[in-house]
């Protein structure tokens, strides 16, 4: 399965149904789990799920790079963000595109490898004619409840206006789609925080079967007042019934929910200053880089993985002067989560960043981190890329003190350990001694 822009994992109903839905089923691809993986909370075992064309072999080949240990959404930091990112896709789909999404639901909520929940589903979207709030709703005409294949917007997911007075002209609005968000982000936290951990799978909160029309307007009425929100963190409480309210004009705005204190605070603030890095200008880059460890020695190491470290290596290629900032980032990631996942998520970056010649400040950096890099990744990702840099940063005339670091570095017997004689004597060697007999430096001829 995949999306023209990327791939997807599952979609949140893949997740809600505990793949019921899906070949296999939960314990089938459960047995793809690493040996010492646990399956804890909501996501753990959805990574599992993942078919691309129905190819088997390679779901199996993903489980050692891909699946393993990424989506465990135990924490409602990860569900909240995931809220936010799909109250900001309607909000972009009602005040730029001018439409409706009509059908909000689980199924139309899909999730990227790298933990992006994003909106798609397009297909009963309606728009907006001029400037109006509101759009007259052609669904949901025939109230005779039907077994076949629904061929309108799931009612377990609309509010009471989509079947309210019968089979009279009705009306949907900006909040309609935002009423579906609620309930699609209830049953989320729900599941996840209660029945997940029951061993339970997703049961909807408006209780109407084969899109009924004439049942759904009465069973919206009756099961949104039986709502329990004792589950639901704190900050979202309110949120949630600001969304649920029954009158669509009394419903929080997109607005409201975007610029609500929760998204504002605690790990969601340090999550939205990091999605923002890339605008800022190089002082603010750098101040938000330095202050990032103290603030995300709480997080779990999948958003490390899967969140802080991709925005830090897309930073890193963008913005060569910034190694000088990052690489202490990724020691101190490197350090709160797998060796493996690790170098799944910052190979590719250190690659561009160790070749990597015309900034002075990101050589010298790379140097200063070089025994990190063999202790992270392994010999040949040594030998081929940060020999090579110690390499450039001794050709770098006019740089003495980038030099006299690589000198020194070079001369550690960790160096001497990673690579072949051969290298050694060829490409180290030669240089190190050039570099020396030039050098005034005392020390520098002292640590040759």
């Known amino acids: 399965m995949a999306f023209v822009t990327e791939r997807i994992v599952c979609s949140l109903a893949d997740l809600l149904s505990r793949f019921e839905q899906i070949p296999g089923r939960y314990n089938w691809h459960a047995n793809y789990l690493e040996p010492n993986a646990t399956i804890t909370g909501m ?10 064309e129905d190819r088997i072999d390679f779901l199996i080949l993903l489980s050692s790079e891909i699946l393993v240990c990424i989506f465990d959404i135990d924490t409602d930091v990860e569900i909240s963000h995931g809220f936010l990112q799909i109250a900001e896709a309607l909000q972009y789909l009602h005040t730029v595109r001018k439409k409706l999404h009509m059908n909000v639901s689980p199924e139309n ?55 309210e007075a019968g089979g009279t002209l009705r009306y949907a609005f900006a909040s309609s789609d935002l009423f579906s968000l609620g309930v699609t982000m209830y049953e989320t936290y729900r599941f996840n925080l209660q029945l997940a951990r029951a061993g339970r799978s997703n049961v909807s909160i408006i209780n109407v079967s084969n899109n009924n029309v004439e049942d759904h307007y009465h069973r919206a009425l009756q099961d949104l007042e039986r709502l329990d929100y004792s589950m639901i963190p704190q900050g979202v409480q ?44 190089q002082g603010g880059q750098a101040s938000t880089l330095t202050s990032l460890p103290s603030q995300i020695c709480d997080f779990p ?3 490390l993985e899967n969140y802080v470290l991709p925005v830090i290596c897309n930073l890193g290629r963008k913005e060569p002067s910034m190694w000088k900032y990052s690489l202490p980032l990724y020691v101190f990631i490197s350090s709160k989560i797998s060796s493996q996942a690790y170098a799944r998520a910052a190979t590719s970056s250190l690659i561009t960043g160790l070749s990597e010649t015309g900034n002075v400040d990101s050589l010298a950096a790379f140097v200063a981190h070089a025994e990190h890099l063999l202790e992270a990744l392994d010999k040949e990702f040594f030998a081929k890329y940060v ?36 290298q050694f004597l060829n490409e180290v060697v030669p240089r190190v001694c050039r570099e020396t007999c030039k050098s005034s ?6 640590s040759f």
């Open 109 to 163: 909520v899909v999730l990227t490898p790298g933990g992006e929940w994003k909106l798609c589903g397009l297909g009963f979207a309606l728009a907006f004619a001029n400037d109006d709030n509101k759009i007259a709703i052609p669904y949901y005409l025939n109230p005779v409840a039907t077994k076949s294949m629904l061929l309108e917007p799931d009612l377990k997911y609309r509010g009471q206006e989509m079947t």
């Open 43 to 52: 996501l753990r075992p959805y990574a599992l799920c993942i078919y691309y």
């Open 238 to 281: 309110q949120i949630l019934r600001g969304m649920l309210q029954l009158p669509a004009h009394g419903r929080l705005s997109n607005i409201d929910i975007i610029n609500n204190p929760f998204f504002h605070s605690g790990a969601l603030a340090i999550m939205r200053n990091l999605a923002s890095i890339a605008s800022k200008d």
């Open 387 to 422: 020999v090579t840099m110690l390499c450039n940063a001794l050709d770098k005339q006019g740089e003495s003190a980038v030099q006299g670091s690589a000198i020194s570095v070079m001369t550690k017997d960790f160096v001497c350990g990673a690579i072949s004689s051969e």
């Open 301 to 303: 190491p999948r958003l």
């Open 441 to 446: 430096n005392f020390e520098v001829k002292v």
